[in-house]
């Protein structure tokens, strides 16, 4: 451990981050040798080299950004939507579709102590937990066609263990547990914004999850894309956990996707309010992207078609398919990572846990929609958020817990 012990104290001064083991001599051996093993398997150049590039401005030129065209699920008469939707009822009949959920995150914004997918909803009549509510819904499928479509549910190693504790409690809710797979994310240091990674206890280092973009590379690195082609999977739905009104299995967006040639596809709300903070679909050098609100003005928002239709308003909902193909692509390459501002609780020169009352620290995460600059065309079906979209972020913006109970009651006329 002595050898161990000068190798991390290099690595420490080289990068100016000795406070990491100031509380050392105050451990057991245990904890001793845990957190030397978790300092030699940070890559601080790599944290450092984020931190610094995070802090030049980025700049996006006019003539850099151009619309991407799509199309509106409302358009589509009966006829259209059934012609489309048997593509898709075809593809899943065979056995070659699977779902994707992302659910890495814990119910902090929701002051709850948890993975965010064990929250439960108190209904008039029913209590549901967000993955009872996604179980359900790919149950559906399920029985509608008579297959059972493989699930699989990317956690973190933050909340993999209660996840898989979670389901079992519950007997995964009728779900075939062989047809349900779980793989875990990456992790990156958080960092506080004087470029210090920070403790969380006197023994480990905070860490977080690095974001939803992770899901390829945690796909190969886990064995799940492997297990995907070997079971001929053609396509994959991705979504987050917190929408509660989220279709993994829909027939029609499927079925346009294949029809269409495409290999990617998004599923789109309208923006109502010109200058809402949400990013939008757009083309940069003309492939497919996210266009960052920072970079959104008035003229920009209120631009148009000829036929009046706006140019610069499909936000995204977390709501992707993919092809097999498109995503062994992207699990071979590297993602970029954004910054994002944390309040993050830490331990203080005193070893005391200090709880901040402001944003203190910056976390790097990649994103799932900066795979699509990677090709150049993709499916983006914008649909009615009544329908399909009831996010659960916190309580205190317009994506709470009792608007999404509400839409989830319309929707399914559970007060009837």
């Known amino acids: 451990m002595i050898n161990k012990l000068q190798k991390v104290n290099d690595i420490l001064e080289k990068y100016n981050q000795e406070h990491l083991i100031q509380f050392y001599d105050e451990l057991d051996d245990t904890q001793k040798e845990n957190l030397l093993n ?10 450092f080299t984020l931190y610094d590039n995070s802090m030049k401005t980025e700049y996006i030129l006019s003539n850099e950004v151009s619309p991407l065209e799509y199309f509106v699920k409302d358009n589509f008469s009966a006829e259209d939507i059934k012609f ?31 993975p965010k997918g064990t929250y439960i909803l108190s209904f008039e009549n029913t209590k549901k ?55 875990t994310q990456g992790k990156l240091p958080i960092i506080s914004v004087d470029k210090k990674l920070i403790l969380q206890d006197i023994f480990s280092i905070k860490e977080g999850s690095n974001g939803n973009g992770d899901v390829f590379s945690a796909m190969k690195k886990h064995g799940i894309l492997d297990e995907m082609k070997e079971n001929n999977i053609k396509w994959v739905s991705f979504g987050g956990i917190d929408n509660i009104l989220l ?92 910054r994002a501002f944390k ?41 009615d958020e009544n329908k399909e979209f009831a996010p659960i972020k916190d309580f205190t913006s317009i994506y709470n817990p009792f608007t999404a109970m509400q839409k989830y009651e319309d929707y399914w006329n559970l007060d009837k």
């Open 38 to 47: 978790q300092i030699l398997s940070i890559d601080f150049e790599k944290i």
């Open 84 to 114: 489309y939707s048997s593509f898709g009822e075809d593809l899943i009949k065979s056995g070659s579709f699977a779902v994707v959920t992302m659910a890495g995150g814990q119910g902090t914004r929701l002051g709850y102590k948890g």
């Open 129 to 183: 937990s967000l993955f009872q509510i996604m179980c359900e819904d790919i149950k559906r499928a399920n029985e509608k066609f008579n297959v059972t479509i493989p699930w699989y549910i990317m956690t973190s190693d933050e909340n993999d263990a209660k996840t898989k504790a979670f389901f079992e409690k519950n007997n995964f809710w009728g779900y075939p547990k062989e047809s349900v797979k779980f793989f």
């Open 247 to 338: 279709q993994n299995v829909d027939t029609f967006f499927l079925g346009l996707a294949i029809n269409k040639n495409y290999s990617i596809a998004s599923k789109s709300i309208f923006k109502k309010e010109p200058l809402e903070k949400t990013a939008v679909y757009c083309r940069k050098f003309e492939k497919p992207s996210i266009l960052d609100y920072d970079f959104i003005d008035l003229d920009l928002s209120m631009s148009c078609d000829n036929a009046g239709n706006y140019l610069y308003r499909d936000a995204n909902m977390l709501s992707h398919l993919m092809n097999i193909e498109a995503i062994e692509k992207i699990s071979n390459t590297k993602l970029r990572y954004h």
């Open 343 to 383: 309040k993050n609780a830490f331990i203080n020169s005193e070893g005391v846990k200090q709880v901040p009352d402001k944003p203190n620290t910056f976390k790097f995460e990649k994103f799932i929609f900066d795979a699509f600059s990677y090709f150049d065309d993709m499916l983006l079906l914008r649909v």
